[in-house]
């Protein structure tokens, strides 16, 4: 830990901004679940709901894993530590609200953003298969990929092989200059350096994925979606990871740092948010859609119609 001074106020604008960003997506989670499970009560009493049901499991993964990392994002905030945490837990000491700062990256860039990340780039990769995959090989595939990552943040925080060549301070101690310290996390060169590593593999596996599902996907709808969310998530990965890189030049004290930072949240953001929007909330909702419009057809035309939907469906947004 580093020991600095700054201006109090700076630093509350951004942690609010991205306090109001988090709010938004926690909400957003708590739609998607509502979502997931509506359709999953639905579709118990309308049988032709239940095809489009069978990755309900892993679509609950996905916004799980938005939900945690929403949540870790929150911890790191002095904003939201002063005014949630230490009024429950006044002995908070610097060194534990350090150590927090250490949870907060092994969770956030360690697990839970890789974790919802791969989950997206399952669903994608599930809506061109003829077989729907099983949710235990969904929740293999993804901590198989993700707890190696985890442990290496957890490697890299706490024995800090290059400790005096490149920054691995995880966090400083911010003083008001009225005697209040507290500690504002940082993010470690060597730390960026494994979520860049994880970030370009994902980025060339996200690609190609999308190369495959736009070679059969005739729709025209469900081919603007797939531009959308390679669009996003291609240009958001990218540039979370040159922010996390630049951080380190600059102090968390200082506004470069706070606007920097911003943008790595913001990006890390914009991948859940779109993630949740066309591979949750849009196909669930086409589905509750087609469920209503399957009741004025007659039996012999459901099953052409329902043909029809499964290609708006699945092809991607799973």
Not at 65 to 74: A, C, D, G, V
Not at 277 to 306: E, M, T, Y
């Amino acid at each position: 830990m580093l020991l600095t001074h700054a201006v109090p106020l700076l630093n509350s604008i951004f942690d609010i901004v991205t306090v109001t960003f988090i709010s938004g997506l926690i909400i957003l989670s708590v739609l998607s679940i509502s979502f997931i499970f509506h359709l999953r009560l639905k579709s118990k009493s309308l049988t032709h709901l239940q095809n489009f049901n069978s990755l309900w499991t892993v679509r609950f993964l996905l916004v799980l894993f938005i939900f945690l990392w929403s949540i870790t994002e929150l911890l790191r905030l002095p904003f939201f530590r002063r005014k949630y945490i230490y009024t429950f837990l006044p002995t908070f000491t610097i060194s534990q609200q350090a150590n927090l700062c250490k949870v907060h990256i092994i969770l956030s860039l360690g697990f839970f953003e890789p974790a919802f990340l791969v989950t997206l780039l399952f669903l994608l990769n599930a809506s061109i298969k003829k077989k729907t995959p099983n949710d235990a090989w969904a929740i293999t595939f993804v901590l198989l990929i993700c707890l190696p990552i985890a442990t290496l943040q957890a490697l890299l925080i706490f024995f800090s092989p290059l400790e005096n060549r490149v920054p691995v301070e995880t966090s400083v101690i911010f003083n008001d200059g009225y005697g209040f310290d507290t500690v504002l996390c940082t993010h470690p060169f060597l730390t960026s350096v494994a979520f860049a590593a994880f970030g370009i593999t994902y980025c060339t596996w996200f690609l190609f994925s999308c190369w495959r599902v736009l070679s059969l996907v005739i729709n025209k709808g469900l081919r603007v979606r797939i531009y959308v969310l390679a669009s996003i998530i291609l240009v958001a990965v990218p540039l979370q990871i040159i922010s996390l890189g630049f951080s380190v030049l600059w102090s968390p004290h200082q506004e470069v740092y706070c606007i920097i930072s911003l943008v790595a949240f913001l990006s890390a953001f914009s991948c859940a948010t779109i993630g949740e929007g066309i591979l949750v909330i849009k196909p669930i909702s086409d589905a509750l859609d087609a469920g209503g419009d399957c009741c004025i057809w007659s039996p012999r035309q459901l099953p052409q119609l329902q043909g029809t939907v499964v290609l708006r469906l699945e092809g991607p947004p799973m």
